[in-house]
């Protein structure tokens, strides 16, 4: 199994507080990436990584932001939670590092409530 | 959006069935994957295609990448308990970094 957790793995927090997700990576690859998935939708594309201090954008950016300041941490912060951001957020790495074949490793997900 | 039409959206198995399920896309992918998800858990790669036109199988599943470069298939061959959870398809276009997903199969066993 690839090396990635994510944490926290479960929490409730209160509309308008910040919430910072954590994927760390034993792997050294290069590519990171952060999907939500809820019921009827899939899995959707928040933001990704193509190395440190690179990211860019997924389609559902808005009310996220994340930062890669080495190369085995993703972070993914929502800066005021709201409750449309209740979902199942999970990290994926790429199978092989420094290409990007589309083969992901999804971590085990971390299901955040917001109330 | 969504560019990826997954369907159908869930179905019912028996034991020992055949099951087939697909995904289309107005846009050309030049890879198409299948993942698979079981309860509580992230998703796991079960095939990857890289070239139209190509058949590939794993076990009891195979894979076809349309000839279009905008659809792709997954059939599950003699289906058995294990076989339940969500499928998703994946495409990627030329160049990108990202995939995106269909909204995904949900595969429940007849009772």
């Known amino acids: 199994d690839a090396g990635i957790t994510q944490s926290p793995r479960h929490k409730v927090t209160e509309t308008g507080t910040p919430v910072t997700l954590r994927c760390h990576q034993t792997e050294n690859h290069r590519y990171m990436y952060w999907y939500r998935q809820d019921p009827g939708h899939g899995l959707r594309l928040i933001h990704y990584s193509y190395g440190v201090k690179d990211t860019d954008k997924g389609e559902v950016s808005d009310g996220y932001s994340v930062s890669r300041s080495k190369t085995e941490d993703f972070l993914l912060t929502l800066e005021s939670a709201t409750s449309s951001q209740t979902s199942v957020y999970f990290c994926a790495i790429t199978s092989v590092s420094g290409l990007n074949t589309g083969e992901l490793f999804f971590g085990e997900g971390s299901r955040l409530t917001v109330l | 959006g969504q560019q990826l039409n997954q369907s159908p959206q869930s179905m019912f198995i028996q034991e020992g069935e055949d099951v087939s399920m697909n995904c289309t896309s107005s846009s050309i992918f030049n890879t198409w994957l299948w993942y698979k998800q079981d309860p509580g858990e992230g998703p796991v790669l079960l095939i990857a295609?890289?070239?139209?036109?190509e058949l590939t199988s794993n076990g009891r599943l195979t894979a076809q990448f349309g000839i279009t470069r905008k659809d792709s298939f997954l059939n599950i061959s003699a289906s058995i308990p294990s076989d339940v959870g969500i499928y998703f398809c994946?495409?990627?276009?030329?160049?990108?970094?990202?995939?995106?997903f269909g909204a995904g199969t949900t595969v429940t066993v007849r009772a």
């Open positions: 295609l890289y070239k139209a036109g």
């Open positions: 994946a495409g990627q276009k030329g160049g990108e970094d990202k995939l995106s």
